[in-house]
């Protein structure tokens, strides 16, 4: 199946700082690229979606100048925890639809996530 | 609003027993139904889907269930191995847009 490589997989930071996480599609090209968040215990909620070429859709509630994220390339995208704070410390996943089963949809991979940890 | 519910947060079965694992949601436009099976450390990986003009799909030992008008699926593991031991995310699908339940971890007992 389709890889996606996401880096790093584990960030401590202090607080005020910006910490940059990367996702890759390694074998095949991802003009969408969907970043979500999860909290302990609780569901993965969709924060963005990246489009390449164009700029990101953010989801309600999520700050765009706090999350910046950059579609650079078909395999790459990136998205910037800018000023951390601790209550942005949760587990971030990136994920990219690939051919699927399904008649109008597509399933999706995801990266092993990125556990963030701010001081 | 959580739109994708899975209410119980573990499961704990026999080794070659069924497992059940379930999952509410609360939109009727969702067409598309998935589960994904997710092991430490690793990201979450497509396990078996269902469109919403099914009432089952079976692939193996799993096989999903769709209730459209209780709005609800399940995941059906069987028989259950030790292997089959991981958190288990259903997730319904909008236009593309992905929506995750909170994940059941599932232990399969030798």
């Known amino acids: 199946g389709a890889v996606v490589s996401q880096h790093p997989s584990w960030v401590i930071c202090k607080s005020g700082t910006s910490v940059k996480i990367e996702c890759r599609s390694l074998d095949f090209q991802a003009t969408t690229m969907f970043w979500y968040r999860q909290f302990p215990k609780q569901s993965l909620m969709l924060m963005a979606t990246s489009n390449e070429g164009s700029k990101a859709t953010y989801e309600q509630g999520v700050e765009k100048d706090k999350f910046l994220i950059n579609h650079a390339s078909l395999t790459l995208s990136t998205l910037t925890v800018t000023s951390a704070h601790p209550e942005d410390s949760s587990f971030y996943i990136c994920s990219a639809p690939g051919a699927g089963s399904g008649p109008t949809n597509e399933k999706l991979f995801f990266g092993s996530g990125t556990q963030l940890s701010v001081l | 609003d959580q739109q994708v519910k899975q209410n119980s947060p573990s499961l704990s079965v026999q080794e070659g027993r069924i497992s059940i694992l379930n999952c509410d949601y609360t939109n009727s436009m969702f067409d598309y139904f998935l589960w994904y099976k997710k092991y430490p450390a690793e990201g979450p990986t497509f396990l078996i889907s269902?469109?919403?003009?099914?009432d089952k799909n079976e692939d193996g030992r799993f096989t999903v269930f769709l209730n459209k008008s209780a709005k609800h699926l399940s995941l059906h593991i069987v028989p259950s191995q030790p292997g089959d031991s991981a958190v288990y995310f259903c997730?319904?699908?909008?236009?593309?847009?992905?929506?995750f339940g909170s994940g059941t971890k599932l232990n399969v007992k030798p």
């Open positions: 269902i469109s919403s003009i099914k």
């Open positions: 997730a319904a699908s909008d236009f593309n847009k992905f929506y």
